[in-house]
């Protein structure tokens, strides 16, 4: 039940990565099913994919294996790979689920070669949809300084969105805030966080359905948004739905940071 444009968002955001590869060993960090970790697998890229959810590899291995993606269960913020191990890193939509996103951003750096590039994509703080599994959310400032720490090249830009589809999440956020108002007393936030969680998860294909009814497909079965309603921008405003972030040359020593004012190659 996941809206057309949140699919095409997450679709577009691997694009953009994959437009930027060349050969050499990649690590997807929070694969998942899988979906689009196959698209970055080439002969001269061999992959691996690695998810905490092993459910989730399961129906990944279903695809992934035939394609020669290797897959791994393991933590983000504590990776069983040795240091220098890939030569390019995905983080798609996973930095945001720690809520302390530090150790997975060294982690990043970490099993990255010295001449490596790491793509971190994750929402942009002001544009976001209120989601509990979204623990630590980041403006461009703050995850320049994030990837700073651990990284001596870093840019940060937006993944823009067609005058459509911001419309489509803007309205989205309008209803959802609608529905939100109902809770009065803001018991979501004074619930246990585990509560709050199951809630979340139970009532979120039903709000789907409720909202969504109409906007599931351009009336022909077809969906109504794809990646191709994405573009990588270099400005980032309140509205840009998330942030693209290109980190090159992990940190061994105590060299200093560099933020780059345009994309790194």
Same mark, same amino acid.
């Given at each position: ?5 949140l699919l095409a968002l997450h679709e577009a955001g691997y694009a953009a990565v994959? +437009? ?11 694969? /998942? ?9 080439? #002969? ?15 129906? $990944?291995?279903?695809?992934? #294996?035939?394609? /020669? ?5 393991? *933590?983000?913020?504590?990776? $069983? @790979?040795?240091?220098?191990? =890939? ?31 790491? @793509? ?6 002001? $544009?976001? @949809? ?7 959310? @980041? ?6 300084? $994030? ?14 969105? #067609?005058?459509?589809?911001? +419309?489509?999440? +803007? ?43 109409? *906007? ?8 109504? =948004?794809?990646?191709?309603? =994405? ?13 693209? +972030? ?8 105590? #060299? ?10």
């Open positions: 039940m996941t809206p057309d444009s994959m +437009a930027r590869l060349g050969p050499g060993r990649l690590l997807d960090v929070g694969c /998942g099913e899988g979906s689009q970790t196959a698209g970055l697998a080439a #002969s001269e890229r061999p992959v691996v994919g690695v998810d905490y959810a092993v459910d989730a590899l399961v129906q $990944a291995s279903g695809h992934l #294996s035939s394609r /020669g993606v290797h897959l791994v269960a393991g *933590d983000g913020a504590v990776l $069983a @790979f040795a240091t220098g191990s =890939f030569d390019w890193v995905c983080s798609s939509h996973v930095v945001e689920h720690f809520a302390e996103p530090g150790g997975h951003v060294a982690e990043l750096a970490r099993v990255l070669r010295p001449g490596g590039t790491c @793509f971190v994509v994750t929402p942009n703080a002001t $544009a976001d @949809f209120e989601n509990p599994f979204h623990r630590h959310l @980041f403006g461009p400032e703050d995850l320049g300084d $994030a990837l700073g720490s651990h990284f001596t090249d870093v840019w940060v830009g937006g993944l823009e969105g #067609s005058d459509e589809v911001k +419309a489509d999440f +803007a309205g989205r956020r309008a209803k959802a805030a609608r529905l939100l108002r109902l809770d009065v007393l803001d018991l979501r936030h004074r619930v246990p966080r585990s509560w709050y969680v199951g809630a979340y998860t139970t009532l979120l294909p039903l709000a789907y359905r409720l909202l969504d009814r109409h *906007d599931r497909n351009d009336g022909n079965g077809g969906r109504r =948004f794809g990646p191709e309603d =994405f573009f990588v921008a270099d400005h980032v405003d309140d509205t840009t739905p998330v942030l693209f +972030a290109v980190a090159r040359r992990p940190r061994r020593g105590t #060299s200093t940071p560099t933020h780059c004012g345009h994309e790194a190659g």
